[in-house]
C-alpha cells in the first residue's frame, strides 16, 4: 500500500523526514571506482516522505511485509512504487508489525543467518529488480521499517555486487547507529518498567546495528553467494557496475 504525497509541512529547511537515508553516492570500489551520486538510495519507511525528500528518486522499493505496508503506507509523491518483501509474514526482531511489539526477541546474529539462508530468492528478487533497473530516469530508493536489517543486507548485496569490500561495507552498515542508538535507549527504558530486562535488552538489541549480526550473514552467504545462491551472472554484475560507477 502507498499514498500520494501529503501538503507540505511547515518545517526547518534540509530537515529531511526520511529517517536513515543514505545516498550510496561516493563509495569507493576495490579497484579504485566510484559510485556515482543520485543512483542508489536506502532508508527507512516513508511514512512522512514530501517531495522534497524524494527528489530525483524514480523508484521505490518496500522490502516490508504486508501487514507493515498496511499499518504504515508510504508516501510516494508520485514514484513507481515496488512492494517486493524479503519474507511476508511476521518475523520478530525484524519485522515491525504491531502484532510483534513488545515480545521477547531470538538473537539476533542467528536471524540474520537465518534471514540469507531461508529468504536467498526473495534477496535475488530484489537484487536483480535494482540491477534492471532504468537510472535513465533517476535512482532507486529501497527501505524497510527502520532501515536496519532487510534495507541493511539489501545495501551489502548492492555494495558487494559493485566491488566494494566488506570493510567498507560494514562501515556502512553500522552509520545506522548514528540513528538508531538513542532511539533503541529509550524504547529500553520504556520497556524495562513495562516487560522486564529480557524483553527490554531484546528489543534494545533489535534496534541497534552490530558487526556480528552482519558477520553472522557473511558466515552463511560464504564467498559467492550472489553469484552461486542468487544466480546473478557476470554479465549482469558488468552491466550494472557499467551504469553505476565512475
Not at 20 to 26: S, V
Not at 162 to 174: F, K, N, Q, S
Not at 195 to 224: F, N, Q, T
Amino acid at each position: 500500500m502507498w499514498r500520494p504525497c501529503a501538503a507540505a509541512k511547515t518545517r526547518r529547511v534540509k530537515n529531511d523526514m526520511i529517517q536513515n537515508k543514505r545516498d550510496l553516492g561516493g563509495m569507493k570500489t576495490k579497484d579504485g571506482k566510484v559510485i556515482r551520486n543520485g543512483m542508489l538510495v536506502r532508508s527507512a519507511k516513508l511514512a512522512e516522505a514530501e517531495e522534497n525528500d524524494l527528489k530525483g528518486i524514480a523508484t521505490i522499493i518496500d522490502l516490508r511485509t504486508e501487514a507493515e505496508r498496511e499499518e504504515m503506507p508510504d508516501l510516494t509523491c508520485g514514484r513507481e512504487y515496488l512492494p517486493v518483501p524479503v519474507f511476508n509474514k511476521m518475523n520478530e526482531g525484524i519485522s515491525h508489525e504491531e502484532e510483534a511489539e513488545n515480545k521477547a526477541i531470538p538473537d539476533m546474529a542467528v536471524l540474520y543467518g537465518i534471514l540469507m539462508r531461508v529468504y536467498a530468492d526473495n534477496f535475488r528478487k530484489i537484487l536483480k529488480t535494482i540491477l534492471e533497473h532504468d537510472y535513465s530516469k533517476g535512482a532507486v530508493l529501497w527501505h524497510c521499517t527502520e532501515g536496519k536489517d532487510r534495507c541493511g543486507m539489501t545495501t551489502a548485496l548492492v555494495l558487494e555486487a559493485l566491488g566494494v569490500d566488506r570493510e567498507t561495507i560494514l562501515e556502512d552498515y553500522l552509520k545506522t547507529n548514528l540513528i538508531n542508538l538513542p532511539k533503541a535507549a529509550k524504547v529500553r527504558e520504556k520497556l524495562l518498567e513495562t516487560h522486564g530486562e529480557e524483553v527490554a535488552e531484546g528489543a534494545y538489541r533489535a534496534y541497534i546495528a552490530d558487526e556480528k549480526y552482519i558477520r553472522a550473514a557473511w558466515e552463511e552467504m560464504g564467498s559467492d553467494y550472489i553469484r552461486g545462491r542468487l544466480g546473478i551472472t557476470d554479465g549482469e554484475l558488468e552491466a550494472f557496475r557499467k551504469k553505476i560507477l565512475e
